[in-house]
């Protein structure tokens, strides 16, 4: 008998595979009773353990409970991870051959979100940020440039209904030059990028979506179905601060205009100043990161830097 599986299904399914304790009717849970199965099945139509796993209820109870209690970010449920499986890594890591001249840093991993996954984004924010704070944490824009993101969803009213993905899984080595403006356009990088974009658009009630920065705006712009939501674009938080100012300020009382704040937050309009205040810059909350992340991690600006080619550094405080 499987020790693992004697704890979750009756004795005559212990000795089964997966896949087929799955697809049995859930009367094989241990515990269940055939009353509740009836019911199921009736009220429900679900008809395997499967179906009441993916059941819609079950997914959404199980969201709200982990919002209720979770201090960190659990990963992709079973949906998710199978579509995060299927990500063209390898085609990414072929255009790092020969490695004398690497267009993206592969080294350390791909980089697929950071926020909600759990279909209660209303907005939904395209970027190009998987530095190496991205890198050790696994999570999208978490350096400075995050937390200053961070800080321009704040103003908004928001503290966790969003999704944040880049326009490529891996960080590239330099600037979104004409080559790799190229590359972002050839398959199956564009096809899985806009698979994921179809994704998000198609699972969550979006209010808007937001690029940040070239590569994000070229991204959008070929994104064959985007949702019909108002889209802003937005300066690079990595860029000059006379160019990012002007930029979130237009944006800013056009997006608190459309989106509807987190409950008990009251969106900001006040205008940036000339210069990113302490206060401009947001800690990454710890719902957004994996569990085992130090606690300054997505605090106190990039706590990370590159140094030459494929060598990071982290300072812990």
Known sequence: MNILLSHFV????????????LSAFPAALKGITTAQVEILEERFGIGSIRELAESPFFRA???????????????????????FQQAPLSD?????????????????????????????????????????????????????????????LKKLGLCHSYLMVNTFL??????????????????????????????????????????IGTAAHHAYNNWEHPPDVPVFHIVHPSASESAIMPSWNQALPQLIAVVTPDEGLTPDSTPYGAQFQPGDEIEIPRDDLPFGIPSWHGT????????????????AP
């Open 92 to 152: 990414y890591q072929a255009y790092n051959v020969p490695s004398t001249n690497p267009v993206f840093r592969t080294e350390f991993g791909p980089v697929f979100y950071r926020g909600r996954l759990n279909g209660t984004a209303r907005v939904m924010l395209i970027g190009q940020d998987p530095s190496t704070d991205e890198l050790l944490a696994a999570r999208a824009f978490v350096g400075q440039s995050g937390q200053r993101i961070q800080g321009f």
């Open 170 to 211: 891996y960080c590239i080595h330099g600037q979104f030059t004409k080559k790799i403006q190229l590359i972002s356009l050839e398959e199956p990088i564009l096809s899985y990028r806009n698979a994921l974009f179809n994704r998000i658009a198609g699972s969550n009630p979006l209010q808007a979506v937001i690029t």
């Open 10 to 21: 009756d004795t005559a399914f212990a000795n089964k595979t997966l896949t087929d304790i």
């Open 61 to 83: 109870a199980l969201a709200l409970l982990e919002a209720s209690t979770s201090s960190y970010d659990s990963g992709p449920q079973t949906d998710w991870n199978s579509f």
């Open 300 to 315: 106190g600006g990039t706590r990370s830097a590159r140094s030459g080619n494929n060598k990071i550094t982290w300072t």
